[in-house]
């Protein structure tokens, strides 16, 4: 039953934090945060056609994400050949401004 208490707590501090967090911001981002999100989108979509027009690589199995034009490449691809070419395609992309390649392969 502490536990329980603990866990009730955890939760309502922390919905408690959120709720403030919003508040804060009025709930929805500001302008340049909402345009750098949207930027970021584009790019991944952008990343994504490019690998998958690219005959030397199997799309479904990268998974791409941008943080502020920071991409990071992760998944499995069938060699380091495949592994270097998803980075300079990735790389090839406007908006790109560095590769976290995280990609494995065996």
Do not use: H
């Not at 922390?14 to 009025?26: E, F, H, R």
């Not at 791409?64 to 998803?86: H, K």
């Amino acid at each position: 039953m502490k536990n329980l208490g603990k866990l009730l707590l955890v939760v309502v501090a922390a919905a408690g934090l959120t709720i403030a967090g919003c508040a804060s911001t009025g709930g929805a981002p500001s302008a340049p945060e909402s345009a750098d999100v949207n930027a970021d989108v584009l790019t991944e979509r952008k990343i994504l056609s490019a690998i998958a027009d690219d005959p030397g690589l199997e799309a479904t199995t990268i998974g791409v994400s941008c943080i502020n034009g920071v991409v990071t490449l992760r998944g499995s691809v069938g060699s380091a050949i495949e592994r270097e070419l998803a980075e300079r395609v990735a790389k090839s992309v406007s908006g790109v401004t560095a590769v976290n390649n995280l990609l494995t392969f065996s």
